[in-house]
Structure formats: structure tokens, C-alpha cells
């Protein structure tokens, strides 16, 4: 098989309607949709030829070859490059890492070559997302003995992905995890597969001491902390009790890659609201939220909710977001969040 005949085989109009499934979620440009579409096709054409079975060509849709396939370097850039002068083995040997950290494959080495896995389905293909629904998910505590290490690694792939020097080591936000859960742990929450127990999402609403408030109107880089190297916490927690408190910051909110389906999404901000709700107990005077968006599809998330852009940083392209408590908490997520909202 010439991988430069993708084409031929899974004609680029059906190519098209898979990226559109998979592009827009976090860090999945057009290109990298397309390189994996290719990828996905090329992979089960050779796996379908190997096991000696005959294919109607050309393909009109695709399914999940079986295990690991083998592909090298030379292959991926014949399917990624071969309609293009710029490119290179090297070059399609990172986007396959790309492609890899994005948790839409996985690859190993048998020795002899890179064998590859497609690891992601989109939702929206051969309606899964009815098939999602039919394993139950829940709210849940966060359990710092038992989630701290799967949501450190879900959260550390999502701050890597765009670089290439690894400043997010899981490890060190466990720490920083089971540190907050220690102080109040009320502000951190999973949502939990009932099936295996683990925790496919995790948010913490961090209630802000007042003393720290004034790092929402300065360059939201200097308060980065799980996605940077500082050891200190550039913002203090409050304590419990605390009417001086009247800030939460949305700290972290997320859904693991392979789960990023719309009815999660709103199963968890719902609980959002419940905990808030909660919270007000702990810190009567709470009223106003701000969050930090790393990514341009939370940034499309927290806009839908309704936070908007406050504070600019002047060297990244960051931005401290603001919304009034009582806003989001009378907030109909359901309406809010519409069906077709791409991650």
C-alpha cells in the first residue's frame, strides 16, 4: 500500500466530515484533524489488507482497526506531506507526538517500528454519544488518596499539549492537589464513573483570601501556578468562615480528553452551581468569580456561561475573566450550553 493514494482510497469529502467531528476541542487545529483522519484511514487499510479481507473502494466511513499497527515515519509522511513540498520524516515523527499527547492515539516501539493505536472516537460519529449516556456517571468528593495522580495526569496532558518543554509534571500537581483538598476540600469535586471509579473530569472553585484579590487586576501570568514551575501559590486560599471573602477563582474545570461529551459537560457544571451553593455556608459574602482561560475552547466555554475579559496580560495571550456569583448561579445550563458546543 502507498500511503500517498489516502485519498484515492477514503476520498477527501468523507475525509472532511470526520475533522469536522474532531477539530475545535483542545489543541486540535484543522491540520492536526486532518493528519489524523489520514492516519485513522491509512491504519485500518492496512490492517484490513493484512488480515487478507476484501474492501469496497473507495471507503465511505471508517471503523476502529483492532490493537496496535505498524507504521513508520516514512509512511506518516508520505500520508501527511505527499501533496505538500514542506515536510519531512522528522516533521510527520512529531506531529504522530502531537497527535499522541492529545490522547486521540497511542504509540509503542516493537522494536523494529512505531506501532500505532487510534485511541479516540469522535462523539458525535455512529451516534456514541447515546452510548455514553449508558454508563452512568456522578459528582463526586475528590478523594486526594485515590484521585490525585488520574486527574494530575489528565490535567498536566491538557497544559502540555502546545509545549514542547514539559513544565507541567504531574506529579508535582498531585502535590499541589492534595495540598488544597487538605485546607478545603469542599472546593474540589470529580465527576466519577460508576463503573470503574475513576474520575473522568475535576474542577476546584477556590475561595480567595482577601489579601490575594488584587491578583485578579494584575497580568494573570503571574498567577499561574499548576502549569508553571513556581513553588509558591501565587494565591492564598481563605479559610472557612472568612466574611472578608468574597472571590472564587475558577482554578481548574476540566474533562478528560476521551470524555468530552455535551452531557458531561453540563452534568458538572451543575454540580458547580450546588457547590457554590454550598460554599455560601462557609463564605456568606462570596459574589464575585473569576477564572483564568488557558485554552481558547474554555475561553469559548466561560464566555457561554456568561464570564467575560477583564484584565490583559501584556506578554501572553491571557486574560482574567469575571462573572457575578448570583448570575451563574440562576444560570440554566441546559439553555446556556447548546448541544453543538465543540470543545
Same mark, same amino acid.
Given at each position: 500500500?502507498?500511503?500517498?493514494?489516502?485519498?484515492?482510497?477514503?476520498?477527501?469529502?468523507?475525509?472532511?466530515?470526520?475533522?469536522? %467531528?474532531?477539530?475545535?476541542?483542545? *489543541?486540535?487545529?484543522?491540520?492536526?484533524?486532518?493528519?489524523?483522519?489520514?492516519?485513522?484511514?491509512?491504519?485500518?487499510?492496512?490492517?484490513? %489488507?493484512?488480515?487478507?479481507? %476484501?474492501?469496497?473502494?473507495?471507503?465511505?466511513?471508517?471503523?476502529?482497526?483492532?490493537?496496535?499497527?505498524?507504521?513508520?515515519?516514512?509512511?506518516?509522511?508520505?500520508?501527511?506531506?505527499?501533496?505538500?513540498?514542506?515536510?519531512?520524516?522528522?516533521?510527520?515523527?512529531?506531529?504522530?507526538?502531537?497527535?499522541?499527547?492529545?490522547?486521540?492515539?497511542?504509540?509503542?516501539?516493537? *522494536?523494529?517500528?512505531?506501532?500505532?493505536?487510534?485511541?479516540?472516537?469522535?462523539?458525535?460519529?455512529?451516534? &456514541?454519544?447515546?452510548?455514553?449516556?449508558?454508563?452512568?456517571?456522578?459528582? /463526586?468528593?475528590?478523594? $486526594?488518596?485515590? /484521585?490525585?495522580?488520574?486527574?494530575?495526569?489528565?490535567?498536566?496532558?491538557?497544559?502540555?499539549?502546545?509545549?514542547?518543554?514539559?513544565?507541567?509534571?504531574?506529579?508535582?500537581?498531585?502535590?499541589?492537589?492534595?495540598?488544597?483538598?487538605?485546607?478545603?476540600? +469542599?472546593?474540589?469535586?470529580?465527576?466519577?464513573?460508576?463503573? +470503574?471509579?475513576?474520575?473522568?473530569?475535576?474542577?476546584?472553585?477556590? $475561595?480567595?483570601?482577601?489579601?490575594?484579590?488584587?491578583?485578579?487586576?494584575?497580568? $494573570?501570568?503571574?498567577?499561574?501556578?499548576?502549569?508553571?514551575? +513556581?513553588? +509558591?501559590?501565587?494565591?492564598?486560599?481563605?479559610?472557612?468562615?472568612?466574611?472578608?471573602?468574597?472571590?472564587?477563582?475558577?482554578?481548574?474545570?476540566?474533562?478528560?480528553?476521551?470524555?468530552?461529551?455535551?452531557?458531561?459537560?453540563?452534568?458538572?457544571?451543575?454540580?458547580?452551581?450546588?457547590?457554590?451553593?454550598?460554599?455560601?455556608?462557609?463564605?456568606?459574602?462570596?459574589?464575585?468569580?473569576?477564572?483564568?482561560?488557558?485554552?481558547?475552547?474554555?475561553?469559548?466555554?466561560?464566555?457561554?456561561?456568561?464570564?467575560?475579559?477583564? &484584565?490583559? /496580560?501584556?506578554?501572553?495571550?491571557?486574560?482574567?475573566?469575571?462573572?457575578?456569583?448570583?448570575?451563574?448561579?440562576?444560570?440554566?445550563?441546559?439553555?446556556?450550553?447548546?448541544? /453543538?458546543?465543540?470543545?
Amino acid at each position: 500500500m502507498n500511503p500517498a493514494n489516502i485519498d484515492e482510497w477514503f476520498p477527501i469529502e468523507q475525509q472532511r466530515k470526520y475533522v469536522s %467531528q474532531v477539530k475545535g476541542r483542545v *489543541g486540535i487545529t484543522r491540520r492536526r484533524a486532518e493528519c489524523f483522519v489520514k492516519l485513522w484511514a491509512y491504519l485500518f487499510l492496512k490492517q484490513q %489488507q493484512e488480515l487478507g479481507k %476484501q474492501l469496497q473502494l473507495p471507503l465511505t466511513e471508517l471503523s476502529l482497526p483492532e490493537d496496535f499497527v505498524a507504521c513508520t515515519h516514512r509512511e506518516a509522511h508520505e500520508l501527511f506531506y505527499s501533496q505538500q513540498e514542506r515536510g519531512s520524516d522528522r516533521a510527520a515523527g512529531m506531529m504522530i507526538d502531537k497527535l499522541v499527547a492529545l490522547g486521540l492515539i497511542e504509540k509503542e516501539f516493537d *522494536g523494529n517500528t512505531t506501532c500505532i493505536r487510534i485511541k479516540y472516537l469522535s462523539p458525535n460519529l455512529y451516534n &456514541s454519544e447515546n452510548t455514553q449516556k449508558s454508563i452512568d456517571f456522578v459528582p /463526586d468528593n475528590f478523594n $486526594p488518596r485515590t /484521585d490525585a495522580i488520574p486527574v494530575a495526569s489528565f490535567l498536566a496532558q491538557n497544559y502540555n499539549w502546545m509545549n514542547k518543554k514539559t513544565t507541567a509534571v504531574p506529579q508535582r500537581i498531585a502535590r499541589i492537589l492534595r495540598g488544597w483538598a487538605a485546607q478545603y476540600p +469542599t472546593s474540589m469535586r470529580v465527576l466519577r464513573c460508576c463503573e +470503574t471509579q475513576d474520575p473522568v473530569g475535576f474542577y476546584v472553585v477556590y $475561595p480567595t483570601a482577601k489579601e490575594s484579590e488584587e491578583k485578579f487586576f494584575l497580568p $494573570p501570568s503571574r498567577s499561574l501556578h499548576l502549569s508553571a514551575a +513556581t513553588e +509558591t501559590d501565587p494565591i492564598k486560599m481563605a479559610t472557612p468562615g472568612d466574611k472578608d471573602c468574597t472571590s472564587v477563582f475558577i482554578r481548574s474545570f476540566q474533562l478528560d480528553l476521551s470524555h468530552q461529551q455535551h452531557h458531561l459537560l453540563c452534568q458538572l457544571l451543575k454540580d458547580v452551581q450546588k457547590t457554590l451553593i454550598q460554599m455560601q455556608a462557609d463564605f456568606p459574602n462570596l459574589c464575585d468569580m473569576y477564572t483564568l482561560a488557558i485554552h481558547p475552547t474554555s475561553e469559548n466555554l466561560a464566555t457561554i456561561v456568561g464570564f467575560r475579559k477583564t &484584565s490583559p /496580560d501584556p506578554q501572553l495571550s491571557l486574560y482574567w475573566m469575571y462573572l457575578a456569583l448570583d448570575k451563574f448561579l440562576a444560570l440554566d445550563i441546559e439553555q446556556a450550553v447548546s448541544f /453543538d458546543f465543540r470543545f
